[in-house]
């Protein structure tokens, strides 16, 4: 029943491992996430009975440098492409986005792959934070969840190391260059800020809202605006997530609307794809991100996950091309030779 989690903070030269020889504790509601409660979080899109929202308590807290692990190289030896879903999927997801009621969705696929050897998971953490050190890089395995992998570039919510000043972004739009950037890609960053900034406005005081800047995750580069703020007293942490989660980034607007739309209309389970993960008031420091550039590590199997954002104007060719650049975040991981 043992379960464990190793990070590393963006920028960070070394990583912090969190075990527990018990059970993880499963929440069904965001609201329940008190900052009182101390552990690493694993949380999935949506709840349910079979994708809960985990705490991994802090029972053995240690910190690791990171260095080079000397592994026989896996190589890729098949990969399944799910195009003939994804094409359903868009067609489904475009024709509600043109009824107007919706004004953005997210659409998700799966890219699985086969391995030629199992898979050492701590050594392609290991490779991970070394390929992306600008990225937030989780390996977090329990009994409920399975093992995921993940290198994001995207804070849920954090807060900051002095003072009691939080932070969050809206980040979203990509591209394989820094600009210029076409209309749409402006617009579906602009809903994500304008979204957080009204869940945000009923817990804070003192909000701070940047212009939007380009910010680099890897080999993309994405739009982003960042929001400094201080939580009002008697603010329950769990009440800002349960308002903030799941953003427009990952999700779409209305929120609710989309959500319903993309659980019943998605072909695939987004299980821990999509949701939020990073320690809670482990050595002082919360710090969740959305669960990115991820994926579910089965033996000599993996399941790679990537989404993009919907509008009106979204083409499918341009969409499935988006995708193909987020995965090759963890194929990479992979495909990278010796680690």
Same mark, same amino acid.
């Given at each position: ?11 960070q ?25 101390s ?15 985990l705490?991994?308590a802090a @029972?053995?807290v ?5 260095? =080079? ?6 190589s ?6 799910e $195009?003939a879903?994804?094409? $359903?999927? &868009? ?6 986005l ?6 953005? +969705? #997210? ?6 792959v086969?391995l ?7 050594? %392609? &953490?290991y490779?991970?934070? /070394? ?5 937030? #890089?989780?390996?977090?395995s /329990?009994p409920?969840?399975g ?8 804070t849920?919510?954090?807060k900051? =190391? #002095?003072?009691?000043?939080w932070?969050?972004m809206?980040?979203a ?7 210029? !950037?076409?209309?749409?890609?402006? +617009?579906?960053?602009r809903?994500?800020?304008d979204?957080?900034?009204?869940? +945000? ?9 940047s ?14 605006? @960042?929001?400094?703020?201080? %939580?009002k ?9 349960? @308002? ?25 389970h987004?299980?821990?794809?999509s949701? *939020? ?5 482990v !050595?002082?420091?919360?710090h *969740?991100? #959305?669960?990115?550039?991820c994926?579910?590590?089965l033996?000599n ?5 990537a989404?993009?954002?919907l509008?009106t104007?979204?083409n ?6 988006? /995708?193909?650049?987020? +995965? ?5 991981? %992979? ?5």
């Open positions: 029943m043992s379960s464990f989690a190793y990070y590393r903070l963006p920028g030269s070394q990583c912090i491992c969190v075990k527990s020889n018990r059970a993880p504790y499963e929440l069904s509601s965001y609201t329940q996430l008190d900052a009182s409660m552990g690493y979080i694993l949380a999935p899109f949506h709840i349910s009975s079979t994708y809960p929202l705490v991994i @029972d053995f240690q910190v690791c440098p990171i260095k =080079p692990v000397l592994k026989p190289t896996i890729v030896v098949k990969q399944q492409v $195009d879903s994804y094409h $359903d999927d &868009f067609q489904r997801f475009h024709a509600a043109e009824t107007g009621i919706l004004k953005k +969705l #997210v659409l998700a696929r799966q890219l699985q086969e030629s050897d199992s898979i050492d998971s701590v050594a %392609l &953490f490779h991970a934070c /070394t390929l992306y050190p600008h990225a937030f #890089v989780s390996l977090v /329990t409920q969840s093992t995921w992998l993940m290198a994001t570039p995207e849920l919510l954090a900051r =190391p #002095v003072g009691d000043q932070y969050t809206a980040l739009g990509t591209m394989d260059h820094s600009g210029p !950037w076409a209309e749409k890609n402006c +617009l579906e960053q809903l994500v800020a979204y957080i900034e009204t869940c +945000l406005q009923p817990h804070v005081v003192q909000l701070q809202r212009m939007p800047y380009v910010r680099q995750a890897a080999q993309l580069y994405h739009r982003c605006t @960042d929001f400094l703020f201080v %939580l007293p008697q603010v329950n942490l769990g009440n800002v997530i349960a @308002d903030l989660h799941p953003t427009p980034a990952v999700c779409g607007m209305p929120k609710a609307l989309a959500q319903d739309f993309i659980l019943r209309e998605e072909h695939l987004r299980a821990y794809y949701g *939020f993960t990073g320690p809670l008031n !050595w002082k420091t919360t *969740f991100f #959305v669960s990115l550039r994926m579910q590590l033996d199997r993996c399941i790679l996950y989404g993009g954002g509008l104007a979204s499918e060719q341009s969409e499935w091309n988006e /995708t193909e650049l987020k +995965l090759n975040t963890m194929l990479n991981v %992979l495909q990278s030779g010796t680690y």
